[in-house]
């Protein structure tokens, strides 16, 4: 409220809070559908992300990262596991992947987390 007494209004508070209820009311009944198509061309893009899975190892409970990279227009998947998540691990991913594929895309889309 102060920036808007600032700006010279001299309302108060629950009159504010009464027309944003009305408004969001008032909006609420507007609905419009939307649909956005997620198509991809062939070739045009792919997807890259890691998982982390529990998997046992000569008889020893090991966690491994998966690289995963997925073909956007097919759906088609690679999926290579390894010890530890690197940059090197990264860079054969994707060498692997693009030979089985036998080919690469002109964009890759990454899931990057803070």
């Known amino acids: 409220m102060p920036r808007r ?5 001299e309302g ?6 009464r027309f944003a209820k009305s408004w969001s009311q008032s909006r609420g009944a507007v609905t419009a559908e939307a649909y956005v198509p997620l198509y991809y061309a062939p070739g045009e893009a792919y997807q890259f992300d890691w998982s982390h899975e529990v998997v046992v190892i000569s008889g020893v409970t090991v966690t491994v990262k ?6 956007c227009h097919s759906r088609m998947m690679f999926a290579r596991a390894y010890m530890r998540e ?8 994707h060498d692997r992947a693009f030979a089985f594929f036998k080919g690469t895309c002109t964009r890759g889309i990454y899931d990057i987390e803070p």
């Open 66 to 71: 998966v690289a995963h990279v997925r073909l």
């Open 86 to 93: 690197s940059q090197e691990m990264v860079f054969d991913a």
């Open 12 to 17: 108060g508070y629950d009159a504010v809070r």
């Open 5 to 9: 007494r600032g700006l010279g209004y």
